[in-house]
């Protein structure tokens, strides 16, 4: 059964697997933890857990949490080493509350810190996926936040919108629930008279992301619209329905699967495991820019050819992931290399007949092959 509108999220033949992010705002309020709030919220979970549905939890809320105890200014988010601090002071609570709440409920909770590497290596995501199985088959409900007391800058995702994504592809759920401090996403900003806000997204495209008006409303977390609209774009190639709701009521679940208040992406097609990863990697190893016949051929389904190579960016070897765009700097493509970067250089723009000479050994058939390539 199909995800096809917001009630379909509570519903357990639609969706037996469900993950729910919980903003930083949410979570913390002035005084501290909003802990009634909470408590309502694992209320539902548990209910869901009643029904059938499995369930995994997103909290953000650790550096939130650690601020405020070391009184750190800015939300602990003034620099990269106050929110490491603050994350690792705040964590503790953290999963202390969720344990608690969920356990009043005889519910156990499982807590997972991931980095931004833990699922974009191949082998690393295939092993999330063993533990959150298992904790899944035991009954556990795992709660994850990002490890940020050693994720660097460069490696980490810095929100956890589209960790809630990966890791709802990583654990085969159907659906993703973000609970944030605003309803949805609106045609607008929504502070603008006449703003509007979308039930129903199929594919978040250009326009779309033009409705995206940027930074958190709260100030608190670091997500924002931009990130809910990436965390839809992996969501939407693997198959997976993400909504966008609010938290700041009781009973937000109720509220928006119950009541249809918030913004559903519809999926929009289901890579299969590997092409659904290699589609929501986030961070590239390089970058293959592709001149307009190349780009007609992937759009086709084929695979790249050297011939229409016109750029090598980045050092990648074999294997690696990488980017395919086209000369305007769109993505059109994720794939893995067949040669690494100085060979993809050497062969750029040669027809294969060419290959042999050039590399002093037999060719491979494509610079990506298509069955290594997914088209965004
Ligand atoms: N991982 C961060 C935390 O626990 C939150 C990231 C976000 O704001 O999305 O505080």
Known sequence: ????????????????????KVGSSLLVGADGVRRAWLEGLVGELAAARARGQDVIVVSSGAIALGAATLRLD?????????????????????SGLW???????????????????????????????????????????????ENDSVATQEIRFGDNDRLAARVAQAAGASAVLLL??????????????????LAEVRGVTAEIHAMASGGSASGMGSGGM??????????????????????LHDAPIERACGQGIGTLFLPRRKDAGRKAWLGGRLRLKGALVVD????????????????GVAAVEGEFQRGDAVAIRDG?????????????????????????????????????????????????
């Not at 996403?185 to 603008?192: G, H, I, T, V, Y």
């Not at 190349?294 to 050819?305: D, N, P, Q």
């Not at 050994?361 to 990506?368: E, F, I, K, Q």
Request: hydrophobic share 50%.
């Open 292 to 307: 307009a016949g190349a780009a007609r051929a992937l759009a086709k389904g084929s695979s790249l050819l050297a011939a």
């Open 180 to 197: 944030s401090d605003v309803d949805g996403l609106f045609d607008r900003n929504p502070a603008q008279p006449g703003a509007t806000l």
């Open 1 to 20: 059964m199909q995800i096809v509108r917001l009630s379909h999220l509570a519903d357990k033949a639609a969706c037996p697997r469900l993950v729910v």
């Open 226 to 247: 931009t990130s809910k609209l990436q965390a839809a774009e992996i969501a939407e190639r693997a198959g997976i329905a993400l909504a966008i709701a609010s938290g």
């Open 99 to 145: 344990a608690d709440l969920l356990g009043a409920h005889g519910l156990t909770a499982a807590q997972l810190l991931l980095t931004l590497d833990d699922l974009e290596d191949r082998r690393r995501y295939l092993n999330a996926t063993a533990t959150l199985t298992r904790l899944l088959d035991a009954g556990a409900v795992p709660v994850i936040n």
């Open 328 to 376: 305007a700097g769109t993505t059109l493509a994720h794939g893995l290399a067949e040669y690494d970067a100085l060979e993809c250089a050497r062969l750029m723009g040669r027809q294969s007949g060419e290959h042999g000479d050039i590399l002093g050994y037999a060719p491979r058939s494509a610079v990506v092959h298509r069955d290594q390539l997914v088209l965004l």
């Open 74 to 94: 800015k939300g602990g988010r003034g620099s990269l080493a106050d929110a490491q601090a603050a994350a690792a002071v705040g964590q503790i609570a953290l």
